[in-house]
């Protein structure tokens, strides 16, 4: 994908200011999170300062969070599978548990070598998703880390790549529309096989010869209100229980706006919202409600 107009690299380079201004506070992986499934495929590092997943052809491998959230910003980076990762799916999302549950999702769709990954994302409330959105990066994510995040606050849930927001999805009760906000949530993430139909709808399949397959995670930073025995922490009166709250309150600003405008502008590949033919008695309630969803 070249760039061959202006604009982008000014907010390319203000994009990277802003993320080398930020300090995350690396998590420690020993303490935050536990292997689920995968055995050795999943790996700790370095004192708990690096994660690996890989897939082989008997097994993918997953871990997640110890705690669980109600809201919070939640950041990681992710250095996905490189070379030849068609047909294999890394997923890393937010959910709870049940038939009703909530879910905030990140997937990482692998390609053949030089072909690009896809970014796919959906938001579950109520048990019901449905609400996907696919889009392009702007860098190869298999070269090196970036930031994945995601807001949740009552007002917004808010994806971020490298700080650069790619996806809003506010909340619509007011016109019927469930937000998760009672659910507390977990971390979850996992590196497995879908070549029925990750890669070109399926086309591709798994290069077994070239597995294992590795996903990389570090700087894992929660900033957020942990839901331990049916209270949250940030409803403790001893002050200062989360360190910084700006995503407490946090909305798209008009630059911000912008910057998911031109996300979506030249990035975006699939939108639920414009997909009529899938939604035959009219598009879901909370695509009429903003332009930006
Ligand atoms: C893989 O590459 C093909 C060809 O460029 C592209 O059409 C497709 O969207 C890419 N990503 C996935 C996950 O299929």
């Known amino acids: 994908m070249g760039f061959s107009f202006n604009g982008v690299s000014v907010l390319m380079l203000v994009a990277l200011m802003v993320n080398s201004l930020m300090v995350a506070s690396a998590g420690n992986f020993y303490q935050d999170f536990d292997i689920t499934w995968g055995d050795r495929r999943a790996k700790m590092?370095?004192?708990?300062q690096l994660l690996t997943l890989s897939l082989d052809q008997v097994s993918g491998s997953g871990f997640k969070s110890k705690s669980e959230y109600l809201f919070g910003r939640i950041d990681m980076q992710l250095k996905l599978v490189s070379g030849n990762s068609a047909g294999t799916v890394t997923a890393y999302y937010l959910s709870s548990q049940g038939p009703t549950h909530d879910e905030i999702d990140f997937e990482f769709l692998g390609n053949l070598t030089g072909d690009p990954y896809i970014l796919h994302t959906n938001v579950f409330t109520q048990g019901k998703g449905n609400r996907e959105q696919q889009f392009y990066l702007w860098f190869d994510p298999t070269r090196n880390f970036h930031t994945y995040s995601i807001i949740w606050n009552?007002?917004?849930?808010?994806?971020?790549?490298?700080n650069i927001p790619i996806r809003e999805f506010k909340n619509a009760e007011s016109i019927g529309v469930p937000f998760p906000k009672n659910q507390p949530m977990r971390i979850y993430s996992s590196l497995w096989n879908a070549d029925d139909w990750a890669t070109r709808g399926g086309l591709v399949k798994t290069d077994w010869t070239k597995a294992p397959f590795t996903a990389f995670y570090?700087?894992?930073?929660?900033?957020?209100?942990?839901?331990?025995?049916?209270?949250?922490?940030?409803?403790?009166?001893?002050?200062?229980s989360i360190s910084n709250s700006v995503w407490q309150a946090q909305e798209l600003d008009p630059n911000s706006r912008r910057r998911l405008r031109w996300v979506q502008k030249y990035f975006m590949i699939y939108n639920y919202c414009s997909d009529l033919k899938r939604f035959p008695e009219g598009i879901p309630a909370e695509c009429r409600r903003s332009r930006f969803l």
């Open 45 to 48: 590092f370095n004192g708990g």
């Open 218 to 240: 570090r700087n894992f930073n929660a900033n957020a209100c942990v839901w331990s025995s049916g209270a949250s922490s940030c409803a403790s009166t001893s002050s200062n």
């Open 154 to 162: 009552s007002k917004q849930i808010i994806f971020l790549v490298d």
